[in-house]
């Protein structure tokens, strides 16, 4: 008769054929992306977007620098894309050979190092670099509802990932599961599976809302007069992926596990959402390789199908936290192009500036403020108005990479809890704007057509109806004219500058145009 262990490795031979197939982990490395010669002074990141696209690259977490040697963009990039950026003849500075041995190699802490700082009693560290695996995080879950369930609903699933695991969906509110027609907001993580730190950052929250229900009147409030969801693993497939390859942290695959058929793996789910999927393949790919890659059509994955039924289930959703690493920025629609503002970019901008008061996020419409991303979360809660409410989405970067270091996992979590408090608060009522809307704007055209916030140099264009002078100037906040960008006769049309602002403060500046008689006003941002 067999042995136990000889029939164990016949079975795991027979089931081998059959187990679905994998992808295979690429190294990535940090690098600088220098902008080619040439290119528009006022928009020079988008010439070097459009030459990498036409290679099948799309840029994610670029960010701009001014170096000795020109204007670059950071980014990281597998080998496929490194070889990719190099077939599109552009000069490269490889900074990190390989990002997650250097992540091991330099972390200077442990998670319960940092837990210091912590507002709420539960240890949330895991083994994955500080971070908590899967299996965790849905026992982290089970543990608030056994704990606190009077507030705390029991997870439900409500879609699963395409090797069959489920996204846990969890609601805190004052009588969990009943509609009394409470104003609703939703807060997700991980919709990219190497940002474990936007998991950490919806987790911490519900843990401090359930342990601080009974002897905070302000959370008490809160909690009475809300209905709060939590999604705190958007791709768990992914997630898990790299878990499997990086069990101690800095595994770098993105995507979901999708198989393409072709040998590659994975859907990008944020972007694949249905408010204009594939409206460029600069905002989102349409290689299947791609890191970026938006799938064969909208809403083809099943985590956001998942979201989807979801909010248009009958949900009341007026406010969402979409939650990613890294970068320290509050960004809001839309994501698909920089040339457009939403109808209600007042309302937008007033929320961000008091969204970000405590933590110092920098805040701005994603098209401008990163990069161009379609098919994403925010522009489709939003967007999406007629099969569900309009929600006043966002996308939340935490912190300063992927895979912070252990001993910052509690600190970046914990330094959105205002934020956090803050959007369940205007889930009853959003502010009202401060200054005027910057679209649509009245009298001539103005836009930014380079970078937002800015941290040396962008551009701006303005259009006249007719030839005749015009005066652009630069004012702080307290109303003080600190740059005229032009002054005098323009010709009709559209008219472009450049502003260097390497000589200004940090802070958030109003650009003003008057010509013909009218004026009009555009915000932006100046960042370090």
């Known amino acids: 008769m067999p042995s136990r262990a000889l029939l164990a490795l016949v079975l795991a031979a027979l089931a081998a054929p059959f187990a679905p197939a994998q992808p295979v982990p690429e190294r990535h490395s940090e690098v600088r992306l220098f902008v080619p010669d040439g290119a528009p002074v006022a928009r020079p990141g988008l010439a070097l977007a459009e030459r990498l696209a036409a290679h099948g690259l799309v840029l994610d977490h670029a960010r701009v620098e001014d170096t000795p040697h020109g204007l670059a963009f950071r980014t990281v990039l597998s080998e496929t894309e490194l070889a990719a950026a190099r077939a599109a003849d552009v000069e490269v500075e490889v900074l990190v050979e390989d990002v997650t041995a250097h992540y091991l190699a330099t972390r200077r802490g442990t998670c319960e190092e940092g837990m210091g700082v912590s507002r709420i009693a539960a240890d949330l ?55 009394e027609g409470e104003p609703e907001a939703l807060y997700t993580g991980v919709h990219h599976a190497r940002e474990p730190g936007s998991m950490m950052a919806v987790l911490y929250f519900m843990y401090y809302l359930a342990e601080q229900y009974e002897t905070n009147p302000e959370v008490r409030d809160l909690v ?52 204009e999927w594939g409206y460029d393949d600069v905002g989102s790919s349409p290689l299947p390789g791609s890191e970026t890659y938006r799938g064969p059509a909208p809403f083809s994955e099943p985590e956001i199908v998942a979201l989807r039924d979801f909010l248009e289930g009958g949900r009341r959703v007026s406010m969402a936290f979409n939650y990613h690493t890294y970068s320290d920025l509050l960004l809001y629609p839309w994501g698909y192009t920089p040339d457009l ?61 992927f895979w912070p270091d252990p001993i910052d996992v509690y600190a970046l979590a914990d330094e959105n809890l205002e934020a956090n408090l803050l959007l369940a608060r205007f889930a009853g009522a959003p502010p009202v704007a401060a200054e005027p809307p910057a679209s649509p704007l ?68 109003v650009l003003r145009l008057t010509a013909g008689g009218e004026a009009a006003v555009r915000r932006l941002t100046v960042a370090r």
């Open 341 to 401: 503002q939403t109808p209600d970019d007042d309302v937008f901008a007033a929320l961000g500036d008091t969204l970000t008061h405590v933590n110092g996020y920098t805040y701005g419409q994603g098209s401008i403020t990163l990069y161009l991303t379609n098919g994403g979360a925010y522009d489709w809660m939003y967007g999406e108005q007629e099969t569900k409410p309009k929600a006043f989405a966002f996308t939340v970067e935490v912190g300063y990479w």
């Open 224 to 275: 009475d007069e809300r209905r709060l969801f939590f999604v705190p693993v958007v791709n768990p497939d992914g997630y898990v992926f790299n878990e499997t390859t990086d069990p101690d942290g800095g595994g770098m695959w993105r995507k979901n596990l999708r198989d393409n058929g072709d040998g590659s793996f994975g859907v990008d789910v944020n972007r694949n959402y249905g408010y």
């Open 442 to 509: 009245p009298g001539p055209p103005l836009e930014l057509t380079g970078p937002n916030p800015v941290r040396t140099r962008t551009g701006v264009a303005f259009t006249l109806a007719a030839p005749g002078p015009a005066r652009l100037a630069v004012y702080d906040v307290l109303g003080r004219e600190v740059a005229v960008l032009a002054d005098g006769p323009r010709s009709a049309g559209r008219n472009e500058v450049a502003f260097d602002a390497s000589g200004l403060a940090p802070g958030v500046y």
């Open 125 to 179: 560290c895991g083994p994955m670099g500080g971070y908590l695996t899967f299996d965790g995080v849905v026992a982290a879950l089970d543990t608030l509802h056994a704990r606190y369930p009077e507030v705390v609903s029991a997870r439900a699933s409500i879609g699963q990932g395409h090797e069959g695991r489920d996204l846990w969906m969890v609601e805190i509110s004052d009588h969990p599961g009943v509609d």
